[in-house]
């Protein structure tokens, strides 16, 4: 059994930047590749990006690509998303996630067995 808990989330201009937290509890975090999804209102979720067990490896979504970073600290137990040049359409939930069958991570949300509570962030234009 996986805990994970977002923080970070927020109000900021277009333009502006946020850094999500993910800290997970319960089991080895390093027996786990990361993700992180969105979901804005009336929409499914949606792939974000998503880190190796070892950090080595990571994946973007199309939308958010040269502007996010998702990074590890495995000493820490935390995955962090770092999002600068937010835009209006960043604007959702956002939900960390981790995978024991996926060493490098996936796009796909059912490859995930844990999930946080979700985080939300509004980018006001």
């Known amino acids: 059994q996986v805990h994970l808990v977002e923080s970070g989330g927020g109000l900021v201009q277009a333009g502006g930047s946020l850094r999500l937290s993910c800290a997970a509890s319960?089991?080895?975090?390093?027996?786990?590749?990361m993700g992180w999804f969105r979901q804005a209102p009336g929409k499914g979720r949606q792939f974000v990006s998503s880190?190796?067990?070892?950090?080595?490896?990571?994946y973007y979504g199309d939308s958010v690509k040269g502007r996010f970073t998702i990074s590890r600290d495995n000493a820490k137990n935390t995955v962090y998303l770092q999002m600068n040049s937010l835009k209006p359409e960043d604007t959702a939930v956002y939900y960390c996630?981790?995978?024991?069958?996926?060493?490098?991570?996936?796009?796909?949300?059912?490859?995930?067995?844990?999930w946080g509570q979700g985080t939300q962030v509004t980018v006001s234009s």
């Open positions: 319960g089991s080895t975090f390093t027996n786990y590749a």
């Open positions: 996630a981790s995978t024991a069958a996926e060493g490098y991570g996936s796009m796909r949300n059912g490859r995930y067995d844990y």
């Open positions: 880190i190796s067990w070892n950090g080595v490896s990571s």
